[in-house]
């Protein structure tokens, strides 16, 4: 059923980013149930079906997934840019609750800092969107099955397009919240009490369970720091701001940070190309690194 959802005049000034822990962990959940509809998470599905013995009744869990339908507690509109796990859990029933929290604290805890670099990087990306070339170049940007139509924002306009469910939001705003575990459709709220929800799967999820970034030797990071040292190890080769944060674990405004002080030193060059910015390390980094 193709989704028209109305952003004009308030609604549009509202429209804002966040993610969701609970969110997060429950789609993680139903990866595991049907592991070729998260074809991207596969590594991470080898990973974690040898823990899932740890987690008493996932069976709960699991059998509130297994519909076309995923309830509507388990998905809660982020009310903050990254709400606590345990706000989010306080709707829900205490039984559910428990299970949800092992899920989080045995399948995503380990890998949380990593999957929030790839959300942070997403909404760094297209914040510059935004202050750049306004709101319908980030709604025409979120994912194939999205796009911007008439001061209407249009989901799934492939299906049943005779028949759209129509979502008023010129009120109450919009929060588009970037996912790892949502890949590789885009979801939305299609009856919401309040502000409505897209969520969509977050850039750079390719590189999410690639191993992380070379170490560095002790000498150099002891000169230059840690990251940085690991930065440059992994610049043989262009990457993006969003991409090094993926690798390394860190938001993309660290990467930033970083990279402006290499560039100083005349270690790192960066160019943009088209919407990205790439960076690579200088022959007078690989100097330093042999």
Avoid: N
């Avoid at 519909?67 to 903050?80: E, F, H, I, Q, S």
């Avoid at 929290?101 to 969107?129: G, M, N, Q, S, Y």
């Avoid at 492939?158 to 008023?168: I, N």
């Avoid at 990457?239 to 390394?248: G, N, P, Q």
């Amino acid at each position: 059923m193709a989704v028209l959802i109305s952003l004009a005049g308030v609604g549009l000034a509202r429209v804002r980013f966040a993610y969701s822990p609970l969110f997060e962990t429950v789609m993680a959940v139903d990866g595991l149930r049907v592991p070729g509809a998260h074809a991207v998470h596969l590594p991470w599905v080898s990973w974690a079906r040898e823990r899932v013995a740890e987690i008493p009744d996932l069976d709960v869990v699991l059998d509130l997934m297994a519909g076309r339908v995923k309830p509507a507690v388990l998905m809660p509109v982020p009310d903050v840019r990254m709400p606590d796990l345990e706000t989010e859990l306080a709707g829900v029933p205490t039984r559910v609750a428990d299970v949800v929290r092992t899920c989080h604290e045995v399948l995503v805890a380990p890998f949380w800092k990593r999957i929030t670099a790839v959300l942070e990087a997403d909404i760094a990306h297209r914040a510059a969107v935004l202050a750049d070339r306004g709101a319908e170049a980030v709604f025409g940007d979120l994912h194939p099955e999205v796009s911007w139509s008439d001061g209407e924002l249009v989901l799934y306009a492939d299906v049943r397009a005779d028949q759209p469910h129509r979502v008023d939001l010129s009120e109450a705003g919009l929060v588009l919240s970037p996912s790892a575990f949502c890949w590789p459709r885009a979801w939305a709220a299609v009856d919401p009490v309040g502000p409505g929800v897209v969520r969509y799967p977050a850039r750079g999820l390719g590189t999410l369970w690639e191993d992380p970034a070379p170490a560095a030797s002790d000498e150099l990071a002891a000169l230059i720091g840690r990251t940085r040292a690991a930065l440059l190890g992994l610049l043989s080769t262009p990457l993006s701001t969003a991409e090094l944060a993926t690798r390394l674990g860190v938001t993309a405004g660290a990467v930033s940070q970083h990279v402006g002080v290499l560039r100083a030193a005349r270690l790192v060059t960066s160019r943009r190309e088209g919407r990205m910015v790439l960076h690579m390390r200088t022959a007078r980094a690989d100097a330093l690194m042999e």
